[in-house]
């Protein structure tokens, strides 16, 4: 399962579209979403708070900071899971989607991390954040060289642009509060800045 690791994305998207950092929600340990695209066997969506994950009013600092899934349920339906996806592609997930996609179903739970990415389509996600929001896509190699020395091929990738500067530059100021006083203070390294997401699941799958 990706987990919260996936949250992240959810936040790009609304910091794309209409929210800042500091919009604030009410996150409580459980909540109903009604919202009928969110719905679960035509049922309003039940979220619940795990473990460490804080409840409370705050803003989406706080809340990417204390991993609060309730706040981020609210998020989703709030700026629609089909823009979610979307920027999920940009960024850098290649696994298709669809009501029929045996994995990457457009659904509500996905920013809860419902959905198991491979490891190299979630890296590929993290790069686009620390590259300033422009994407490209995985390589093996860099260069190959023939038995002269010179060289014979050379990838390289243009790279898209996937965030504005400015989105990403919000994204990692709060991907920095997880790790300065977050879910994720465990990967601090001492006086070395550091962004990131801790990807914890239920049951700290």
Same mark, same amino acid.
């Given at each position: 399962s990706t987990g919260s690791s996936f949250k992240p994305i959810t936040l790009s998207t609304a910091l794309s579209m209409v929210d800042s950092l500091y919009s604030t929600f009410y996150g409580p340990p459980q909540l109903y979403i009604t919202d009928p695209a969110c719905a679960t066997n035509n049922a309003?969506?039940?979220v619940h708070n795990y473990a460490d994950e804080a409840a409370g009013t705050m803003d989406l600092l706080s809340a990417t900071a204390n991993s609060v899934n309730t706040i981020f349920a609210q998020l989703i339906s709030r700026v629609g899971v089909s823009n979610v996806v979307h920027m999920a592609h940009r960024l850098g997930i290649t696994e =298709? *989607? +669809?009501?029929? *996609?045996?994995?990457? #179903? =457009? !659904?509500?739970?996905?920013?809860? +991390?419902s959905v198991g990415f491979t490891p190299l389509e979630m890296t590929d996600v993290y790069a686009t954040f620390a590259d300033g929001g422009v994407h490209h896509a995985p390589q093996a190699f860099e260069v190959v060289r023939g038995a002269d020395g010179k !060289?014979? #091929? $050379?990838?390289?990738? #243009? +790279?898209? $642009?996937?965030l504005t500067p400015n989105v990403d530059a919000q994204l990692t100021y709060a991907l920095q509060g997880v790790v300065q006083h977050g879910t994720g203070t465990a990967a601090a390294? +001492? *006086? $070395? =800045? !550091?962004?990131g997401k801790t990807g914890t699941a239920e049951n700290f799958v």
């Open positions: 309003p969506w039940n =298709p *989607s +669809g009501i029929h *996609s045996l994995y990457f #179903k =457009p !659904v509500c739970a996905i920013t809860l +991390g !060289v014979m #091929k $050379r990838l390289t990738t #243009k +790279g898209d $642009r996937a390294l +001492g *006086s $070395r =800045p !550091v962004a």
